[in-house]
């Protein structure tokens, strides 16, 4: 039964406000450098009554098409770090598959328990975005021996300030250990998993923000697609589903970047944080099954 | 920079950059590979629409089985969700190519630690797609 809001639709319908809300989320989520997931999963279960983990599948997937096109400008403007990069999707993989192999193993069938898992995740995205953080990097961190032999130290042009900034990189053990969780809540959860490896990356290992976001956008799509291949050849994939919700997403994702060169303001940040709680409450009510 | 001391010591731009000829392929395998994926999407869904079939409702609500020879079916309803599989393996298989990619060029370059790290992740990602096909 195809139905949005309980409202039943024929399939034309269905895939015009699926679009419709991808773009929605394409676009939310490139403004707050979230990636669309954290939006597009809840939009998908809540209004148009999708199964969760179908959803999450949905999800992951338009999250490479977001992340992959974001990321390549990034890429040739040399913002990405790609060392660092490199080194942490070893990490990001390994949990990547584990989440999509336990999703489709033990919480098969289990979809209040998904949509619990959400709950903490999303509250943290707006916590996250309530707080903000004033210092950016420190000039002079604790030395890494692995920082060092890998030289993940590097350097950036900074547009605002008009010069190149250089930044060290510290913790590369602890950064590891956040992006595997952050590979594991991406498997499982449809999102990116941006949300723990850009505060991960700046306040761990000293990368500055800008450098750590557009380096978070550059490993998702590796990250999700460690996921979304076991996804898709074991059949989880609903392709009618994902191909408008991966469509609306990459093409929000480009309206939302061209916005964010105004950057967001508080009250559009506190906006989102409300939406979050929000979405938050409504994920658990569902998980704990009060709401169906 | 606040300390110029630390600056003084940090290895030079080209020690810590990486070849710049990657950058450019990575920019043109993602862009090419959305694009494509983009399109193929586009016309699947395009099928699947105008030529409505019993089988196109429980694509939207249930997963699709996987098939090399799904990407080529004869039928209009089969061909529609040929494409879109193929729209995704090839969505899927973009940040994989860059991988691919990134092990060439750190190889050439002799940077055995980087060409085995990209090595490392091109394995995980085949352990995932054996995964995912043979579950």
């Known amino acids: 039964m195809l139905e949005f809001a309980t409202i039943p639709v024929s399939p034309l319908e269905l895939v015009l406000l699926l679009l419709l809300f991808a773009i929605a989320a394409g676009a939310m989520g ?49 913002l990405s770090d790609l060392r660092v990069a490199m080194f942490l999707e070893i990490a990001t993989v390994i ?19 998904l949509a619990l898992a959400f709950v903490p995740v ?119 589903l994902a191909a408008p919700v991966a469509l609306g997403t990459v093409s929000g994702s480009f309206l939302g970047a061209r916005l964010h060169r105004t950057s967001p303001t508080q009250s559009l940040k506190l906006l989102f944080v409300v939406i979050l709680v929000l979405t938050a409450v409504v994920m658990f009510l569902r998980g704990v099954g009060w709401l169906v | 920079m606040a300390g110029v001391g630390a600056a003084r010591t940090m290895p030079r731009p080209e ?23 983009v399109l193929l999407l586009l016309a699947g869904l395009a099928l699947l629409l105008f030529e409505p079939s019993s089988g196109f409702a429980a694509t939207l609500t249930h997963g699709t089985p996987f098939s090399i020879r799904m990407l080529w079916s004869g039928s209009a309803e089969g061909r529609g969700i040929g494409l879109l599989l193929a729209g995704f393996l090839v969505l899927v298989l973009t ?35 054996l995964l995912g096909a043979y579950p």
Do not use: K
Request: charged residues 10%; contains cysteine.
């Open chain 2, 15 to 37: 020690d810590v950059d990486v070849p710049p000829i990657l950058r450019q392929a990575i920019y043109y395998t993602l862009r090419i590979g959305v694009g494509a994926a």
């Open chain 1, 95 to 113: 949990g990547g598959i584990s989440g999509a192999l336990i999703s489709v193993t033990i919480l098969a069938g289990r979809s209040q328990l």
């Open chain 1, 122 to 240: 999303v509250l943290l995205a707006a916590a996250l975005m309530y707080r903000g953080r004033a210092v950016d990097t420190v000039p002079n961190p604790s030395p890494d021996r692995w920082a060092d032999r890998l030289r993940l130290h590097g350097q950036y042009y900074d547009t605002a300030r008009q010069e190149t900034v250089e930044y060290r990189v510290t913790g590369s053990r602890p950064g590891l250990a956040i992006s595997w969780c952050a590979g594991v809540v991406s498997g499982l959860l449809g999102i990116g998993g941006g949300l723990f490896v850009v505060p991960g990356m700046n306040s761990v290992m000293n990368v500055p923000l800008r450098v750590a976001s557009a380096t978070s956008n550059f490993m998702i799509g590796v990250t999700a697609t460690a996921g979304a291949l076991v996804y898709l050849l074991s059949g989880h994939l609903a392709v009618a």
């Open chain 2, 95 to 129: 940040p994989l190519v860059r991988v691919v990619i990134s092990a060439i060029m750190f190889g050439t370059v002799h940077d055995r630690a980087f060409t085995t790290l990209t090595l490392a992740v091109l394995v995980l990602l085949g352990v995932s797609m």
């Open chain 1, 30 to 78: 490139a403004l707050l450098g979230l990636g669309g997931g954290v939006f597009i999963v809840p939009v998908l279960v809540v209004l148009f009554a999708v199964n969760v983990q179908t959803a999450v599948v949905a999800s992951l997937v338009s999250v490479i098409g977001t992340s992959s096109g974001s990321a390549a400008a990034y890429v040739r403007e040399g």
